[in-house]
């Protein structure tokens, strides 16, 4: 091969623009999909191993201030709690929950930490300790712990157990509400809109998002007080029963 020859033959061997287009193009497709690839497992994993942690740590810290007597105040009136501030643990039996209940439903202080969170602010609705009133909490159906993930699991006659530093509170499920706007604050009044409820009494609610990742509704699910038990009584049949 001549001179000439070898130089027009290595230039022809040279990738044409549209080549090397194509090849930035698909390496740019393939680092999109690993970065996407990485904040799903992000999402889906990391969030709840990292929230669980939290939530297991604020659950031990209540446990401990209880075991010595030094936690605040227990019956104290709704707000008087610092936003974030954990003062009760949640039991699920049926769906294997234990988490802690902290004041205020901040995404950040309290839901991305894989707790409960009790409404305040404008909604400040009651404590369990109240004599009358609705318990009101909302926590993540999906990531960040996720521990209201099965609640529309939950049929008329399951119990909701709320432990605080004096007593248990047993709750029965009496309905629930498959899906329903987020503006809809009637689900959280004193004698919550659509429960079945008529008169004033000791309920609490349950509040999620709906459908599954996503924030666009909110599944509801109610209860009514059917035990108050002197945590010197020791666990109420719900907890022992598993």
Not at 156 to 167: L, Y
Not at 179 to 205: D, E, M, Q, W
Request: aromatic fraction near 8%.
């Amino acid at each position: 091969m001549s001179r000439v020859e070898a130089r027009k033959a290595a230039k022809a061997a040279k990738d044409s623009p549209a080549v090397v287009i194509s090849r930035i193009v698909g390496e740019l497709f393939i680092t999109t999909g690993v970065l996407m690839l990485l904040f799903v497992t992000y999402q889906l994993w990391w969030t709840n191993v990292r929230a669980h942690q939290q939530a297991a740590s604020a659950s031990n810290n209540l446990e401990h201030q209880w075991a010595k007597g030094t936690a605040q105040g227990p019956d104290r009136n709704p707000g008087t709690f610092s936003p974030g501030e954990g003062f009760a643990i949640m039991y699920i039996p049926k769906l294997d929950v234990k988490a802690p209940i902290a004041q205020g439903v901040d995404k950040h202080k309290v839901l991305d930490k894989g707790m409960v969170g009790h409404y305040d602010g404008s909604l400040n609705t009651a404590m369990p300790w109240d004599k009358t009133g609705n318990f009101a909490v909302a926590a993540h159906r999906n990531t960040h712990g996720e521990p209201f993930r099965y609640i529309n699991h939950l049929v008329p006659g399951d119990k909701v157990v709320v432990e605080t530093a004096n007593a248990y509170y047993t709750y029965q499920v009496t309905s629930s509400l498959a899906s329903t706007p987020p503006s809809n604050i009637g689900v959280l009044k004193p004698v919550p809109a659509g429960s079945g409820f008529t008169a004033p009494g000791r309920y609490i609610t349950l509040t999620t998002c709906t459908p599954e990742f996503t924030s666009t509704n909110r599944l509801i699910v109610w209860g009514k007080l059917v035990e108050e038990r002197p945590r010197s009584a020791g666990k109420p049949d719900a907890l022992l029963q598993g």
